[in-house]
């Protein structure tokens, strides 16, 4: 049977009548804002890795008050950030972003003035707050016509990061060598904040729900508390002890708040995340590898600079039990040169992993970003102790990671139909934030376990600091080895997740008949649809 049908008119708006003035599509001006985001997180989040011990001195702060500054983010936002992706759906995604990045200019310009560690923290709290990110993908995939648009966006979105990872380290390096304050650095990235604002209001076209539902306040609340102390027992638990009161205290709190909340999600009529939809096996592999890939890129980032920053003339103190380095002992700035070839490669692959996406389907596109991450660290854990080693081995991991990381995003954004991009997104970002936090854990765990100082005699080890405390936290040789070792690990996982993962047929995009239904101009329909049964 055949039947005719007509589009209803679709209300075009300033944002669209101005794309179409430009003749740029609606998921490309997204991926272009969504890569401008990521590139202001990254700033947020590796910035000032590399300037602990400035910023420390600058804003006064205590021991324990350096790590809280950093970890605010990962805290604040394990929770909130998934809760807010799926209640901006419901009022206006554009809104919910645009306001996202106005708290990440208002949070960095805090910090930027701030005098001491309440306005500082208060700032960082406020980054933590921001669900720009996930609330950009959520939308470039609503506004994507078909499968191509959705894999060049999520490519483009991973060479953001590409970039992200160079600017950060050579902006932090820079300030230090340069004796700078850490308050120029937040400056910089509260004008890349407002410029991604500035982009957001000019580009990015509006994406809601018609139909209004009861938004899940029971599960939104669970959901916070039991992300928060999860997040909070993984920041803290290299400080507190693993095996403290405190420590599995808020991870086994955690744990079991998040217990109650899968039982609520699973009751209600409308859930806040509906699991039955979001977890299968054409997501969970995804969501999981794309945590993994997260959490490898900072244990990497932090091994290859911790490990091109080692003093060479300290290390003579421990003769034969050295490295047998010679020309070690970098700069943060020249450090963050063995990071260029990740970058390059993350950049140049975001580039072009649309294209290799489509063509290879997104599970092979996984198996080969696994197979080449497991060999860019077996290489590394065999041979680190030359530059032009860990540029090789770093250049390997950087377009392995753009192959993984794109089509692991791209996997779940594959399964989600229209209008459940955002349900998508926030189940994604839930799952892998609170892997990709497990980095930094990871390796200064590593790091603690092999120090130069536990391999020499008791007698000798206690002259050793007697004469240069700073010797105690010198790593040995064998906890870079282990570090990597424990990245090719993770690539095994990941060609495990690979394996497994079951491709979704594209679950939604307008056909090429529907798109040009409606007038480009005034958003009125020109032709009948012949729609058959």
Same mark, same amino acid.
Not at 11 to 35: C, D, F, N, S
Not at 316 to 345: C, I
Not at 459 to 488: D, M, N, Y
């Given at each position: 049977?055949? /039947? ?48 602990? !011990? ?10 324990? $008050? %350096?790590?809280?500054?950093?970890? =605010?983010?990962? @805290?604040?936002?394990? !929770?909130a ?9 419901? @009022? ?9 990045l ?8 805090l ?9 500082l923290?208060? &700032?960082r ?31 483009? =979105?991973t060479?953001a ?19 700078? /304050? ?12 407002? @410029? /991604? ?14 139909? +209004?539902e ?7 609340v ?19 002890? #693993? ?17 109650? #909340?899968? #039982? ?16 299968? $096996? ?7 590898s ?9 244990l990497?980032?932090l ?5 091109? $920053? ?8 421990f &003769? ?18 063995f990071l260029?070839?990740t ?14 996406m489509?063509?290879l389907g997104?599970? $092979? ?5 696994a ?10 854990a065999?041979?680190?102790?030359? #530059? ?17 990381y794109?089509?692991?995003?791209a ?7 229209d209008?459940?991009? %955002? ?10 934030? /609170?892997?990709?936090?497990?980095g930094?854990?990871v ?10 100082i536990?391999q ?9 600091? +007697? ?25 095994? @996982? ?7 993962? +079951? ?31």
């Amino acid at each position: 049977m055949t /039947s005719t049908a007509i589009t209803p008119p679709a209300p075009v708006g300033a944002v669209e009548r101005r794309l179409q003035k430009i003749h740029m599509q609606p998921v490309t001006a997204v991926a272009i804002v969504a890569a401008l985001i990521v590139l202001v997180g990254d700033s947020q989040s590796l910035a000032l890795i590399p300037l602990v !011990g400035t910023m420390a001195a600058e804003y006064h702060l205590t021991a324990a $008050q %350096s790590p809280l500054v950093l970890s =605010i983010l990962s @805290i604040v936002g394990a !929770g909130a950030v998934p809760v807010l992706t799926r209640v901006a759906e419901r @009022i206006s995604l554009r809104g919910f972003l645009i306001i996202g990045l106005g708290i990440a200019t208002v949070g960095n310009l805090l910090c930027a003035v701030a005098p001491g560690f309440t306005l500082l923290l208060i &700032g960082r709290l406020l980054l933590g707050l921001s669900a720009a990110a996930p609330i950009s993908i959520a939308l470039m995939r609503e506004k994507s016509r078909d499968v191509h648009g959705t894999n060049r966006g999520m490519g483009l =979105i991973t060479a953001a990061i590409g970039l992200g990872v160079a600017i950060s380290f050579l902006m932090g390096g820079t300030v230090l060598a340069l004796n700078g /304050s850490v308050s120029v650095v937040f400056w910089i990235m509260a004008l890349l904040a407002a @410029i /991604s604002l500035i982009g957001a209001w000019i580009l990015v076209p509006d994406f809601k729900l018609e139909a +209004k539902e009861h938004i899940d306040y029971a599960g939104a609340v669970l959901l916070i508390i039991g992300l928060t102390a999860i997040a909070v027992g993984i920041s803290y638990g290299a400080d507190w002890g #693993w095996t403290s009161a405190g420590t599995l205290g808020v991870l086994i709190g955690g744990a079991v708040v998040m217990a109650i #909340w899968v #039982w609520v999600e699973l009751s209600v009529k409308e859930p806040l995340i509906d699991l039955r939809i979001t977890f299968k $096996q054409t997501t969970v592999p995804a969501y999981f590898s794309a945590g993994i890939y997260s959490a490898l890129a900072i244990l990497s980032n932090l091994a290859v600079t911790t490990f091109a $920053q080692i003093p060479a003339e300290e290390l003579k103190a421990f &003769g034969p039990l050295a490295y047998g380095l010679t020309d070690w002992g970098h700069t943060v700035l020249e450090s963050a040169m063995f990071l260029m070839p990740t970058a390059f490669f993350v950049l140049f692959g975001g580039f072009i992993m649309g294209p290799i996406m489509t063509k290879l389907g997104l599970k $092979q596109t996984m198996v080969f970003g696994a197979l080449l991450t497991i060999i860019g660290f077996a290489f590394l854990a065999m041979w680190h102790s030359t #530059w032009w080693a860990n540029m090789l081995g770093m250049a390997i991991w950087g377009f392995a990671f753009a192959l993984g990381y794109s089509a692991a995003n791209a996997a779940y954004l594959h399964a989600a139909k229209d209008k459940e991009a %955002s349900l998508f997104s926030a189940a994604g970002t839930m799952v892998f934030a /609170s892997i990709g936090s497990f980095g930094a854990v990871v390796f200064s765990a590593v790091l603690a376990g092999n120090l130069l100082i536990h391999q020499l005699p008791a007698e000798a080890a206690a002259a050793a600091l +007697k004469a240069s405390p700073a010797l105690g936290s010198l790593p040995s040789a064998g906890a870079f080895t282990w570090s990597w070792i424990v990245c090719a690990i993770g690539g095994g @996982i990941l060609l495990v997740l690979a394996i497994v993962h +079951k491709n979704a047929e594209y679950q939604g995009g307008l056909t090429e008949e529907l798109m040009l239904a409606s007038s480009e101009v005034t958003g009125a329909p020109e032709k009948e649809i012949i729609v058959e049964d």
